[in-house]
C-alpha cells in the first residue's frame, strides 16, 4: 500500500520560498503520477502541480513562475517550492498520488504552512 | 481554463435518505471526472474517477453519473459516516480544478 508523508518547516516568512517534500514508501515514485495542492484554512482544494518522474512536469498556471516540483528518485521522493510567499499562501499542503491519470487515490496527511513574519 | 462549479454549498439530508450532489463544467471534459470525499482534518479520500467508477473500497452507494456537462454523485442512503464535504475535479485539460465543493450535513 502506498503512503505519503509531507514534511518540511511549519512557518515561512513571507517573501521567502516554501520547501516541501513527500516521501513515497510503498511503492517505487516512478510508477506513478504526483500532484501537490493545498487547502486555505476553511476553503477548498487548489492543484498547484504535477510531475511524472520529473520527465514531465506540469504547472497551474495561477502560480505563475514561483513554483516547482522535482523528483528525487534515489530517495523516492517528490519536493514542491514555492517562492515569494504572502499570506495568501497559508495554507494545507497535500502530496498526491495515483496510477489513475491524474485522479488522486494516494494522498499524505498535510502539512500546515503559515506564513507570517 | 475549466471553471467546476458545485451545488448546493450545503446540503441537508437525513441518514438513510438519497443524497443527490451536482458539479458542472465550464466546457466538456469527456468525462474526466473524479469525486472526492473530506471530513474534518483529513486528506481528501477518493471517492469516483472516470465519473461513474468507484475507487477501490468504495461501497456501492456511492454511484457517479453525467449529461454532458453536468455531473452528478449519488448516495443512495446516507450512513453517518458519509457525512463530509465532497468536492469534484476536472482532469481533461491542464489546469487541473476543483468544484468550491458541497458539505452534506445531517438534517
Known amino acids: 500500500q502506498v503512503q505519503l508523508q509531507e514534511s518540511g518547516p511549519g512557518l515561512v516568512k513571507p517573501s521567502e520560498t516554501l520547501s516541501l517534500t513527500c516521501t513515497v514508501s510503498g511503492g517505487s515514485i516512478s510508477s506513478y503520477y504526483w500532484s501537490w495542492m493545498r487547502q486555505p484554512p476553511g476553503k477548498g482544494l487548489e492543484w498547484i502541480g504535477f510531475?511524472?518522474?520529473?520527465?514531465?512536469?506540469t504547472y497551474n498556471p495561477s502560480f505563475k513562475s514561483r513554483v516547482t516540483i522535482s523528483v528525487d528518485t534515489s530517495k523516492n521522493q517528490f519536493s514542491l517550492k514555492l517562492s515569494s510567499v504572502t499570506a495568501a499562501d497559508t495554507a494545507v499542503y497535500y502530496c498526491?498520488?495515483?496510477?489513475?491519470?491524474?485522479?488522486?487515490?494516494?494522498w499524505g496527511q498535510g502539512t500546515l504552512v503559515t506564513v507570517s513574519s | 481554463e475549466i471553471v467546476m462549479t458545485q451545488s448546493p454549498a450545503t446540503l441537508s439530508v437525513s441518514p438513510g435518505e438519497r443524497a443527490t450532489l451536482s458539479c458542472r463544467a465550464s466546457?466538456?471534459?469527456?468525462?474526466?471526472l473524479a469525486w472526492y470525499q473530506q471530513k474534518p482534518g483529513q486528506a481528501p479520500r477518493l471517492l469516483i474517477y472516470?465519473?461513474?467508477t468507484r475507487a477501490t473500497g468504495i461501497p456501492a452507494r456511492f454511484s457517479g453519473s453525467e449529461s454532458g456537462t453536468d455531473f452528478t454523485l449519488t448516495i443512495s442512503s446516507l450512513q453517518s459516516e458519509d457525512f463530509a464535504v465532497y468536492y469534484c475535479?476536472?482532469?481533461?485539460?491542464?489546469?487541473?480544478?476543483f468544484g468550491g465543493g458541497t458539505k452534506v450535513e445531517i438534517k
Open positions: 472516470g465519473t461513474s
Open positions: 510531475t511524472s518522474n520529473s520527465v514531465s512536469t
Open positions: 498526491a498520488g495515483t496510477d489513475l491519470w491524474l485522479s488522486f487515490y494516494y
Open positions: 475535479q476536472q482532469y481533461n485539460t491542464w489546469p487541473l480544478a
Open positions: 466546457q466538456r471534459i469527456n468525462n474526466n
